[in-house]
Protein backbone atom coordinates (compact mmCIF):
# COMPACT_ATOMS: atom_id res chain seq x y z
CA UNK A 1 0.00 0.00 0.00
CA UNK A 2 2.86 2.34 1.04
CA UNK A 3 4.22 1.84 -2.75
CA UNK A 4 0.95 2.21 -4.55
CA UNK A 5 0.60 5.74 -2.63
CA UNK A 6 3.73 6.85 -3.67
CA UNK A 7 2.80 5.87 -7.35
CA UNK A 8 -0.51 7.59 -6.81
CA UNK A 9 0.99 10.96 -5.51
CA UNK A 10 4.23 10.69 -8.42
CA UNK A 11 1.11 10.75 -11.25
CA UNK A 12 -1.38 12.57 -9.49
CA UNK A 13 -2.36 16.24 -10.91
CA UNK A 14 -3.48 17.74 -8.26
CA UNK A 15 -0.54 16.35 -5.80
CA UNK A 16 1.35 19.54 -4.07
CA UNK A 17 -1.77 21.92 -5.54
CA UNK A 18 -3.92 23.95 -2.78
CA UNK A 19 -6.00 21.86 -0.23
CA UNK A 20 -9.11 24.44 -1.23
CA UNK A 21 -7.78 23.60 -5.18
CA UNK A 22 -8.31 19.39 -4.21
CA UNK A 23 -11.54 19.93 -2.23
CA UNK A 24 -12.91 21.85 -5.27
CA UNK A 25 -12.04 18.65 -7.10
CA UNK A 26 -13.35 16.08 -5.01
CA UNK A 27 -16.89 18.16 -4.96
CA UNK A 28 -16.86 18.57 -8.60
CA UNK A 29 -16.07 15.12 -9.38
CA UNK A 30 -18.64 13.42 -6.49
CA UNK A 31 -21.36 15.45 -8.59
CA UNK A 32 -19.88 14.58 -12.35
CA UNK A 33 -20.73 10.65 -10.79
CA UNK A 34 -24.19 11.16 -9.91
CA UNK A 35 -25.40 10.44 -13.36
CA UNK A 36 -23.55 7.56 -14.28
CA UNK A 37 -24.46 6.24 -10.57
CA UNK A 38 -27.92 6.62 -11.01
CA UNK A 39 -28.35 4.85 -14.54
CA UNK A 40 -25.34 2.04 -13.91
CA UNK A 41 -27.82 1.37 -10.44
CA UNK A 42 -30.99 0.93 -11.89
CA UNK A 43 -29.23 -1.07 -15.35
CA UNK A 44 -27.36 -3.54 -12.49
CA UNK A 45 -30.96 -3.72 -10.86
CA UNK A 46 -32.83 -5.18 -13.97
CA UNK A 47 -29.68 -7.24 -14.62
CA UNK A 48 -29.89 -8.88 -10.68
CA UNK A 49 -33.77 -9.22 -11.15
CA UNK A 50 -33.22 -11.12 -14.12
CA UNK A 51 -30.09 -13.12 -12.44
CA UNK A 52 -32.62 -13.77 -9.63
CA UNK A 53 -35.45 -15.32 -12.46
CA UNK A 54 -32.24 -17.68 -14.06
CA UNK A 55 -31.51 -18.28 -10.44
CA UNK A 56 -34.76 -20.20 -9.27
CA UNK A 57 -34.46 -22.29 -12.32
CA UNK A 58 -31.04 -23.49 -12.15
CA UNK A 59 -30.85 -24.82 -8.74
CA UNK A 60 -32.83 -26.20 -5.92
CA UNK A 61 -30.79 -25.17 -2.79
CA UNK A 62 -31.98 -22.42 -0.86
CA UNK A 63 -34.52 -21.26 -3.33
CA UNK A 64 -35.98 -18.26 -1.04
CA UNK A 65 -33.05 -17.12 0.39
CA UNK A 66 -31.46 -16.56 -3.03
CA UNK A 67 -34.79 -14.81 -3.65
CA UNK A 68 -34.89 -12.63 -0.99
CA UNK A 69 -31.08 -11.60 -1.26
CA UNK A 70 -30.89 -11.19 -5.46
CA UNK A 71 -34.28 -10.90 -5.90
CA UNK A 72 -34.91 -8.26 -3.43
CA UNK A 73 -32.83 -7.08 -1.30
CA UNK A 74 -29.68 -6.45 -3.76
CA UNK A 75 -32.18 -4.62 -6.77
CA UNK A 76 -33.99 -2.52 -3.42
CA UNK A 77 -30.68 -1.17 -2.37
CA UNK A 78 -30.10 -0.33 -6.18
CA UNK A 79 -33.16 1.32 -6.59
CA UNK A 80 -32.72 3.17 -3.30
CA UNK A 81 -29.04 4.23 -4.91
CA UNK A 82 -30.94 5.54 -8.09
CA UNK A 83 -33.46 7.06 -6.07
CA UNK A 84 -31.21 8.97 -3.80
CA UNK A 85 -28.96 10.30 -6.45
CA UNK A 86 -32.52 13.00 -7.51
CA UNK A 87 -32.02 14.38 -3.39
CA UNK A 88 -28.78 16.18 -3.24
CA UNK A 89 -29.20 15.78 0.91
CA UNK A 90 -29.30 12.23 1.09
CA UNK A 91 -26.04 11.40 -1.47
CA UNK A 92 -24.26 11.06 1.76
CA UNK A 93 -26.45 7.86 2.66
CA UNK A 94 -26.70 6.82 -1.43
CA UNK A 95 -22.96 6.34 -1.40
CA UNK A 96 -22.90 4.61 1.97
CA UNK A 97 -25.33 1.79 0.59
CA UNK A 98 -23.15 2.06 -2.10
CA UNK A 99 -19.63 1.03 -0.77
CA UNK A 100 -21.65 -1.01 1.51
CA UNK A 101 -24.19 -3.23 -0.76
CA UNK A 102 -20.69 -4.81 -3.05
CA UNK A 103 -19.58 -6.32 0.27
CA UNK A 104 -22.66 -7.95 1.37
CA UNK A 105 -23.31 -9.27 -2.05
CA UNK A 106 -19.82 -11.18 -1.79
CA UNK A 107 -20.44 -12.36 0.91
CA UNK A 108 -24.09 -13.78 -0.08
CA UNK A 109 -22.58 -15.53 -2.88
CA UNK A 110 -20.08 -17.05 -0.54
CA UNK A 111 -22.26 -18.35 1.59
CA UNK A 112 -24.99 -19.67 -1.03
CA UNK A 113 -22.32 -21.26 -2.96
CA UNK A 114 -18.66 -21.87 -1.17
CA UNK A 115 -17.93 -25.49 0.02
CA UNK A 116 -20.84 -26.99 -3.19
CA UNK A 117 -20.27 -27.71 -6.65
CA UNK A 118 -22.44 -24.84 -7.05
CA UNK A 119 -19.66 -23.03 -6.48
CA UNK A 120 -17.29 -22.99 -10.16
CA UNK A 121 -20.54 -21.70 -12.06
CA UNK A 122 -21.54 -18.45 -9.54
CA UNK A 123 -17.64 -17.37 -8.57
CA UNK A 124 -17.84 -14.97 -11.40
CA UNK A 125 -20.11 -13.19 -9.95
CA UNK A 126 -17.56 -12.11 -7.25
CA UNK A 127 -15.15 -11.67 -10.06
CA UNK A 128 -17.56 -9.12 -11.91
CA UNK A 129 -18.44 -7.84 -8.72
CA UNK A 130 -14.95 -6.29 -8.04
CA UNK A 131 -14.61 -5.34 -11.61
CA UNK A 132 -18.09 -3.22 -10.79
CA UNK A 133 -17.25 -1.59 -7.77
CA UNK A 134 -14.18 0.12 -9.50
CA UNK A 135 -15.19 0.58 -13.35
CA UNK A 136 -18.92 0.85 -13.30
CA UNK A 137 -20.17 1.70 -10.09
CA UNK A 138 -19.53 5.64 -9.75
CA UNK A 139 -17.61 5.26 -7.03
CA UNK A 140 -14.22 7.54 -6.51
CA UNK A 141 -11.26 5.74 -6.64
CA UNK A 142 -10.83 6.03 -2.94
CA UNK A 143 -14.49 4.17 -2.22
CA UNK A 144 -13.87 1.94 -5.06
CA UNK A 145 -10.31 0.52 -3.25
CA UNK A 146 -11.83 0.39 0.19
CA UNK A 147 -15.23 -1.31 -0.72
CA UNK A 148 -13.11 -3.45 -2.94
CA UNK A 149 -10.50 -4.52 -0.55
CA UNK A 150 -12.78 -5.45 2.10
CA UNK A 151 -14.63 -7.51 -0.50
CA UNK A 152 -11.21 -9.47 -1.64
CA UNK A 153 -10.90 -9.88 2.93
CA UNK A 154 -13.81 -11.29 3.07
CA UNK A 155 -13.48 -13.84 0.10
CA UNK A 156 -10.08 -14.64 0.81
CA UNK A 157 -10.90 -15.29 4.65
CA UNK A 158 -13.63 -17.80 3.38
CA UNK A 159 -11.56 -19.46 0.24
CA UNK A 160 -8.22 -19.24 0.80
CA UNK A 161 -7.05 -22.03 2.32
CA UNK A 162 -9.00 -23.96 -0.22
CA UNK A 163 -7.81 -21.76 -2.94
CA UNK A 164 -3.94 -22.82 -1.73
CA UNK A 165 -4.85 -26.75 -2.38
CA UNK A 166 -3.59 -28.60 -5.64
CA UNK A 167 -5.80 -28.59 -8.30
CA UNK A 168 -7.70 -26.31 -10.66
CA UNK A 169 -9.51 -24.24 -7.43
CA UNK A 170 -5.86 -22.30 -7.96
CA UNK A 171 -7.35 -20.68 -11.07
CA UNK A 172 -9.56 -19.03 -8.48
CA UNK A 173 -6.82 -16.82 -7.08
CA UNK A 174 -5.75 -15.53 -10.18
CA UNK A 175 -9.24 -14.77 -11.51
CA UNK A 176 -9.59 -12.47 -8.00
CA UNK A 177 -6.08 -11.23 -8.58
CA UNK A 178 -6.75 -10.24 -12.04
CA UNK A 179 -10.68 -8.69 -11.46
CA UNK A 180 -9.08 -6.49 -8.57
CA UNK A 181 -6.07 -5.30 -10.60
CA UNK A 182 -8.06 -4.40 -13.54
CA UNK A 183 -10.48 -2.74 -11.77
CA UNK A 184 -8.21 -0.80 -9.52
CA UNK A 185 -6.28 0.47 -12.84
CA UNK A 186 -8.97 1.67 -14.97
CA UNK A 187 -10.46 3.19 -11.71
CA UNK A 188 -7.27 5.11 -11.34
CA UNK A 189 -6.95 6.16 -14.74
CA UNK A 190 -10.27 7.41 -14.90
CA UNK A 191 -9.77 9.54 -12.22
CA UNK A 192 -6.54 10.91 -13.43
CA UNK A 193 -8.00 11.76 -16.72
CA UNK A 194 -10.86 13.61 -14.49
CA UNK A 195 -8.47 15.31 -12.65
CA UNK A 196 -6.42 16.43 -15.78
CA UNK A 197 -9.77 18.03 -16.98
CA UNK A 198 -10.89 19.80 -13.78
CA UNK A 199 -7.52 21.45 -13.97
CA UNK A 200 -7.81 22.57 -17.50
CA UNK A 201 -10.91 23.60 -17.02
CA UNK A 202 -9.82 25.53 -13.77
CA UNK A 203 -6.72 27.45 -15.54
CA UNK A 204 -9.44 28.14 -18.31
CA UNK A 205 -11.51 29.49 -15.70
CA UNK A 206 -9.05 31.70 -13.84
CA UNK A 207 -7.35 33.15 -17.39
CA UNK A 208 -11.22 34.16 -18.33
CA UNK A 209 -11.20 36.43 -15.05
CA UNK A 210 -7.73 37.99 -15.27
CA UNK A 211 -6.95 41.43 -16.63
CA UNK A 212 -3.98 40.12 -19.11
CA UNK A 213 -1.67 43.15 -18.18
CA UNK A 214 -1.80 43.09 -14.67
CA UNK A 215 -2.83 40.19 -13.42
CA UNK A 216 -5.87 41.47 -11.21
CA UNK A 217 -9.09 40.21 -11.55
CA UNK A 218 -11.14 42.10 -14.67
CA UNK A 219 -14.26 43.26 -14.58
CA UNK A 220 -16.39 40.82 -15.23
CA UNK A 221 -15.09 38.94 -12.61
CA UNK A 222 -15.07 41.87 -9.86
CA UNK A 223 -19.27 42.51 -10.74
CA UNK A 224 -19.49 39.12 -9.75
CA UNK A 225 -17.50 39.40 -6.46
CA UNK A 226 -20.14 42.43 -5.90
CA UNK A 227 -23.06 40.41 -6.26
CA UNK A 228 -22.09 37.87 -4.12
CA UNK A 229 -21.00 40.44 -1.42
CA UNK A 230 -24.18 41.77 -1.88
CA UNK A 231 -25.76 38.95 -1.14
CA UNK A 232 -23.76 38.36 1.61
CA UNK A 233 -25.10 41.81 3.17
CA UNK A 234 -28.28 41.24 2.59
CA UNK A 235 -28.62 38.25 4.37
CA UNK A 236 -26.47 38.55 7.30
CA UNK A 237 -26.42 42.35 7.36
CA UNK A 238 -22.59 42.86 7.06
CA UNK A 239 -21.34 46.14 5.72
CA UNK A 240 -19.08 46.51 3.00
CA UNK A 241 -17.54 49.48 1.09
CA UNK A 242 -16.09 49.91 -2.81
CA UNK A 243 -13.04 51.94 -3.77
CA UNK A 244 -12.68 53.44 -7.30
CA UNK A 245 -9.56 54.58 -8.12
CA UNK A 246 -8.44 56.79 -11.09
CA UNK A 247 -4.47 57.30 -11.49
CA UNK A 248 -4.00 61.02 -11.90
CA UNK A 249 -2.80 62.36 -15.74
CA UNK A 250 -2.40 58.77 -16.95
CA UNK A 251 -2.73 59.79 -20.26
CA UNK A 252 0.65 61.97 -20.06
CA UNK A 253 2.45 59.21 -19.46
CA UNK A 254 1.84 57.61 -22.86
CA UNK A 255 1.85 60.94 -24.48
CA UNK A 256 5.08 61.76 -23.08
CA UNK A 257 7.14 58.32 -22.45
CA UNK A 258 4.99 55.78 -24.53
CA UNK A 259 2.86 53.07 -24.32
CA UNK A 260 5.19 50.55 -22.81
CA UNK A 261 6.22 52.80 -19.75
CA UNK A 262 2.24 53.45 -19.34
CA UNK A 263 1.55 49.76 -19.00
CA UNK A 264 4.87 49.17 -16.94
CA UNK A 265 3.29 52.24 -14.50
CA UNK A 266 -0.19 50.47 -14.54
CA UNK A 267 1.60 47.19 -13.50
CA UNK A 268 3.74 48.68 -10.78
CA UNK A 269 0.37 50.20 -9.96
CA UNK A 270 -1.61 47.28 -9.43
CA UNK A 271 1.10 45.18 -7.52
CA UNK A 272 0.75 48.30 -4.79
CA UNK A 273 -2.81 47.60 -4.77
CA UNK A 274 -2.42 44.23 -4.20
CA UNK A 275 -0.05 44.37 -1.84
CA UNK A 276 -1.63 47.18 0.30
CA UNK A 277 -5.13 45.17 1.11
CA UNK A 278 -6.33 41.99 3.19
CA UNK A 279 -6.35 38.81 2.22
CA UNK A 280 -9.78 38.81 1.79
CA UNK A 281 -10.01 42.16 -0.12
CA UNK A 282 -10.54 41.94 -3.71
CA UNK A 283 -8.69 44.10 -6.29
CA UNK A 284 -9.67 44.64 -10.32
CA UNK A 285 -8.70 46.35 -12.78
CA UNK A 286 -11.94 47.94 -14.56
CA UNK A 287 -10.12 49.20 -18.05
CA UNK A 288 -7.54 51.55 -18.80
CA UNK A 289 -6.71 53.68 -15.15
CA UNK A 290 -9.49 52.52 -13.29
CA UNK A 291 -9.30 50.17 -10.79
CA UNK A 292 -11.75 48.82 -8.06
CA UNK A 293 -11.17 47.33 -4.46
CA UNK A 294 -13.85 45.49 -2.27
CA UNK A 295 -13.51 45.89 0.90
CA UNK A 296 -15.91 42.75 2.58
CA UNK A 297 -17.00 44.17 6.39
CA UNK A 298 -15.67 47.50 6.28
CA UNK A 299 -18.00 50.57 6.45
CA UNK A 300 -17.05 54.04 5.06
CA UNK A 301 -15.37 54.90 8.01
CA UNK A 302 -13.27 52.05 7.85
CA UNK A 303 -12.36 52.01 4.32
CA UNK A 304 -11.15 55.78 4.38
CA UNK A 305 -8.58 54.72 6.67
CA UNK A 306 -7.21 51.91 4.66
CA UNK A 307 -7.33 54.15 1.29
CA UNK A 308 -5.37 56.84 3.41
CA UNK A 309 -2.81 54.19 4.28
CA UNK A 310 -2.71 53.23 0.33
CA UNK A 311 -2.76 56.72 -1.01
CA UNK A 312 0.92 57.52 1.27
CA UNK A 313 2.28 54.31 -0.07
CA UNK A 314 1.46 54.83 -4.00
CA UNK A 315 2.57 58.57 -3.26
CA UNK A 316 5.59 57.37 -1.75
CA UNK A 317 6.76 54.64 -4.80
CA UNK A 318 9.11 55.63 -7.63
CA UNK A 319 7.19 54.45 -10.60
CA UNK A 320 9.65 53.78 -13.59
CA UNK A 321 10.58 56.80 -15.76
CA UNK A 322 7.68 59.10 -14.42
CA UNK A 323 9.11 58.50 -10.81
CA UNK A 324 5.88 59.79 -9.00
CA UNK A 325 2.30 59.42 -9.43
CA UNK A 326 -0.87 59.95 -7.42
CA UNK A 327 -4.44 58.95 -7.83
CA UNK A 328 -7.75 60.04 -6.56
CA UNK A 329 -10.40 57.39 -4.44
CA UNK A 330 -13.86 57.45 -4.37
CA UNK A 331 -15.53 55.63 -1.98
CA UNK A 332 -19.21 54.13 -1.31
CA UNK A 333 -20.31 51.85 1.55
CA UNK A 334 -22.97 49.60 0.41
CA UNK A 335 -26.85 50.20 1.22
CA UNK A 336 -29.32 47.71 1.79
CA UNK A 337 -31.47 47.27 -0.86
CA UNK A 338 -29.17 49.35 -3.91
CA UNK A 339 -28.72 47.86 -7.13
CA UNK A 340 -25.13 47.22 -8.12
CA UNK A 341 -25.12 50.19 -10.76
CA UNK A 342 -26.05 52.26 -8.21
CA UNK A 343 -23.47 51.62 -5.63
CA UNK A 344 -20.82 51.69 -8.38
CA UNK A 345 -22.51 55.19 -9.33
CA UNK A 346 -22.26 56.99 -6.38
CA UNK A 347 -18.41 55.46 -6.28
CA UNK A 348 -18.24 56.71 -9.41
CA UNK A 349 -18.84 60.17 -8.46
CA UNK A 350 -16.99 60.36 -5.72
CA UNK A 351 -13.93 59.62 -7.35
CA UNK A 352 -15.05 62.60 -10.43
CA UNK A 353 -15.53 64.60 -7.43
CA UNK A 354 -12.07 63.81 -6.17
CA UNK A 355 -10.67 64.95 -9.31
CA UNK A 356 -12.80 68.22 -9.25
CA UNK A 357 -11.25 69.07 -5.87
CA UNK A 358 -7.56 68.83 -7.24
CA UNK A 359 -7.02 65.31 -7.37
CA UNK A 360 -4.96 62.99 -5.26
CA UNK A 361 -7.67 63.11 -2.55
CA UNK A 362 -10.32 60.66 -1.24
CA UNK A 363 -13.90 61.19 -1.33
CA UNK A 364 -16.75 59.06 -0.04
CA UNK A 365 -20.48 59.34 -1.47
Given at each position: MPLFNALARSLDPLHGVQAATRQAFDHWYRQAKIPQIRYVAFLTMALYLIYAAIEQNVTSEQVLARFIVHGLMVPGALLAVGVLSFQPSRQRTMFTILTVAPVCTAAANLHFNFGTPLFVHFAPEIYLNLMWTFA?????????????????????????????????????????????SFGLLSAFLLERAHKRMFLHQDRLALSASLDGLTGLWNRSRMERFLVEEIARANRYGTPFSVVLIDIDHFKSVNDTHGHAVGDSVLRQFATLLRDSVRVLDKVGRLGGEEFLIVLP??????????????????????FDRVQRKTASFGIAEYRPGESLDSLLERADQAMYRAKASGRDRIEAL
Open positions: VSGLTLRQALATASASVLVILVVTLDHSLQPGMQRLHLIWILASFENDAAQAKQAVQALQQRINGFA
